[in-house]
């Protein structure tokens, strides 16, 4: 069955301001975490991409490499918006836990069952990174976002945050993980909906419940 063609993002209307590695890794990130690694190859990129094969190689020698720059990249912009809503909701932490959600879910949603599914086969040693770069979010912008929400009283003072910390990192990893998200049929955005609204629910104070 044929693939249909890359759509046009912003980074590919401003290649003008762009470098080709910054275009690749645009265009790996929009393919492979939407329909897998084992869908499209180095070459196909190339030639979607209008770019010589010897360019693409001269960035990134395989796959392997390609999708190691993939997920740093997809984390970084992660990172760079928790961060953002976190520094914001000292001021509302309602409005920051909203927002917080739906950056979660937008986020997740772009990660398709095929790209983990291929990403445990063919790259587990990458799924490394996944691990890492997401206890960083959890541990550093979450927590701040959570602080705050203790803070304004919507998080209950009785749990520390430290430990809704912990709680949240444990069942991540042990829930958003390929062979148990398809043991589950679950998605990363459903597992992170599911995981966020059981700890949200203990944690919130009665009246944060209610104005949510």
């Known amino acids: 069955m044929p693939r249909p063609p890359l759509s046009p993002t912003a980074a590919d209307a401003a290649a003008g301001r762009t ?3 910054e275009r690749i890794v645009a265009a790996g990130r929009r393919w492979f975490l939407a329909h897998g690694i084992r869908s499209v190859t180095m070459d196909d990129l190339a030639g979607e ?9 001269a960035h990134f020698p395989g796959k ?3 999708v190691e720059a993939i997920l740093l990249e997809k984390f970084r912009a992660l990172e760079e918006e928790v961060s953002e809503i976190a520094d914001d909701a ?3 932490f309602g409005a920051g836990l909203e927002r917080l959600l739906a ?3 937008r986020h997740a949603s772009e990660v398709r069952p095929p790209f983990l599914r291929d990403l445990s086969r063919d790259f587990p040693e990458k799924f490394a990174i996944v691990e890492r770069r997401r206890a960083e979010v959890i541990e550093t912008p979450i927590a701040r976002l959570l602080a705050a929400g203790r803070r304004q009283g919507r998080i209950r003072k009785d749990i520390p945050v430290r ?3 912990a709680i949240l990192l444990g069942a991540t990893n042990a829930v958003v993980n390929p062979p148990r998200l398809a043991e589950l049929g679950l998605t990363p955005a459903s597992a992170f909906g599911h995981i966020l609204g059981a700890l949200l629910g203990g944690i919130l104070t009665p009246d944060a419940r209610t104005r949510r």
Do not use: H
């Not at 991409?49 to 190689?57: E, F, Q």
């Open 103 to 105: 950056c979660i879910e």
């Open 19 to 21: 470098g080709p590695r």
């Open 49 to 57: 991409l209008g770019m010589s094969k010897k360019t693409l190689y």
């Open 163 to 165: 430990v809704v910390i």
């Open 90 to 92: 000292g001021a509302d």
């Open 64 to 66: 392997a490499e390609l």
